[in-house]
């Protein structure tokens, strides 16, 4: 499958498609050889009672009889479940390109080549800064070295390096420095998104975003978008960033600007739509960030094809949702519907409400105000789980005093 | 969804004198400038988008590599892309980065600092 099938294998149109999981993140275990500052499925341990090898082979023929066209494989570390190179070439003959998200710490020669004949064309590593910031993160000092060993592994077994990075308050000053690092690495295509209130990201809110921060962030990462279809890297957002503001447009495009094409825009969460996750002991959610409350169902107890029709947790984005706050007024919020799920839900305990959002960051800078999360209970400690956040409207040039602590590295 | 002509953000029905994004002011329909819709040579329809998840991977890159020896001295070369209705069209095309030799390390990576 050339990248050009594979790019048209993310696409759905979303007015003309029925709704089927056409992108599945699954993860194979949360076992990990990373425990990650912002991680958000708390991942180092496995889940208890975790799908073996067979079980998730199960799986493989009911994703294909969906209609699944791509899967990411995650952990945790993927590669740390038994039957990770086993499941990739299962996918591979039915027909579902296999992906992979990875830290890269055991991604060395032999591995990348075990994992080309398996079946395996792209993998994306997990890089959230330049060296210190990243190793800061990540809570490893070889970490950043080994990204940089993976990429140059997965290049010379003949698949395509991709990445992923979350930005936060602790590796802003690093937007520009990484997209020249990826460029020089050979990176493709780079998925950039925030840090969300999710997991051990609750745990240091000093890190997070405070929302105006977008009014700096989106146009840089903009300037990049640019840059990147003249050098060869693709940038694209995650669903966790935007929306809305002028560079929309630039953002959401996997090709460069166009007349003669729509112009694309965020329309809303695709989850239990079009995305699906799989968590590695069988749960099944609309999209693998979301919270345990949109577990649809276990694998263990129901086929596949009975938890995505049959589910309204899962299913609980193919109607309109309840909108408030600033979105609930918003003009954009028909199409929009409140941004990322997940993360608005990480930061109130309910979707509907998203202040991480360019044009509402704006819309708030022309008033003179802004809003500043400010967080009022703590996570309990599982994975995907959440505290709750107070929103604050304030003048937008009030003093800015940090969520909680002080920055362990220097601010741009 | 329509656009700015200005700043080329997008507007709705709401947006009815002044682009919210850069205040230009918008002509008497409302709208500045109808969406264009004259080819859909490579993405398809209107209504499309690129699915992503937060621990997902990004999509691919699927423009055609250059040949690095004509685009040596730019990087702003093109070449002809055959999109998917078979038309062909003038598409940008990117430099591929050459891949330094992987390590001789094959050794399992051990973690240092994983308490959790």
């Known amino acids: ?412 | 969804m329509q656009q700015c002509s200005h700043c080329e953000g997008f507007l709705t029905a709401a947006h009815a004198s002044r682009c919210p994004h850069c205040d230009a002011r918008l002509l008497s329909t409302g709208l500045p400038r109808p969406l264009k819709r004259v080819g859909q040579l490579v993405l398809g329809a209107g209504a499309a988008l690129t699915l992503s998840a937060c621990y997902g991977a990004p999509p691919p890159n699927s423009l055609p590599p250059c040949d690095e020896t004509e685009t040596s001295e730019t990087q702003t070369a093109t070449q002809e892309a055959t999109a998917e209705n078979g038309e062909t069209t003038e598409a940008p095309c990117v430099p591929i980065s050459p891949s330094p030799a992987p390590s001789a390390d094959s050794s399992e990576a051990t973690t240092e600092e994983t308490a959790s």
Not at chain 1, 259 to 275: D, I, L, N, T, Y
Not at chain 1, 350 to 373: M, V
Not at chain 1, 380 to 396: K, M, S, Y
């Open chain 1, 1 to 412: 499958m050339n990248l050009a099938e594979q790019l048209q294998g993310r696409r759905v149109d979303v007015q003309a498609d029925v709704y089927h999981p056409a992108y599945v993140v699954w993860e194979l275990t949360l076992r990990c050889d990373h425990a990650c500052r912002h991680c958000g499925s708390r991942a180092v341990k496995p889940r208890p009672e975790e799908l073996t090898t067979a079980e998730a082979l199960q799986v493989v023929p009911q994703l294909a009889a969906l209609g699944t066209r791509e899967v990411v494989l995650i952990g945790g570390e993927a590669y740390l479940h038994d039957g990770f190179l086993t499941l990739v070439s299962a996918l591979r003959d039915a027909g579902i390109n296999p992906v992979m998200t990875s830290g890269g710490m055991g991604i060395d020669a032999r591995r990348a080549q075990a994992m080309a004949e398996a079946g395996l064309q792209r993998v994306s590593i997990s890089i959230d800064g330049l060296e210190a910031t990243h190793n800061h993160i990540r809570r490893h000092r070889q970490s950043f070295a080994q990204t940089t060993r993976a990429l140059q592994a997965i290049q010379a077994a003949g698949m395509v390096a991709s990445a992923n990075t979350h930005f936060n308050r602790w590796n802003l000053a690093d937007l520009e420095g990484l997209y020249e690092h990826l460029k020089a690495q050979g990176v493709r295509s780079w998925q950039v998104q925030i840090t969300a209130a999710l997991g051990r990201a609750a745990d240091q809110p000093e890190m997070l975003f405070q929302p105006w921060d977008l009014l700096d962030f989106v146009p840089r990462l903009a300037a990049l978008k640019r840059r990147g279809f003249q050098e060869g890297l693709l940038i694209m957002p995650g669903n966790n960033l935007g929306y809305f503001g002028p560079e929309e447009a630039l953002l959401r495009s996997p090709l460069p600007p166009d007349a003669s094409r729509p112009a694309e825009h965020f329309q809303g969460c695709q989850a239990g739509k079009f995305v699906m996750g799989i968590e590695s002991q069988g749960a099944v959610k609309g999209c693998p960030s979301l919270q345990p409350a949109y577990i649809g169902g276990s694998l263990r107890e129901q086929s596949l094809a009975e938890i995505w029709q049959e589910s309204d947790a899962l299913a609980f984005r193919r109607q309109p949702l309840e909108l408030w706050g600033f979105c609930g007024e918003c003009p954009f919020g028909a199409v929009c519907q409140g941004g990322c799920n997940f993360t608005a839900h990480a930061l109130f305990g309910k979707p509907g409400n998203n202040p991480y959002c360019h044009f509402r960051a704006r819309s708030l800078q022309k008033q003179g105000l802004r809003e500043r999360l400010v967080p009022k209970h703590a996570a309990p400690g599982q994975p995907f789980d959440h505290g709750v956040f107070e929103l604050v409207t304030e003048a937008f040039d009030a003093p800015d005093p940090g969520l909680r602590g002080e920055h362990p590295l220097p601010m741009r």
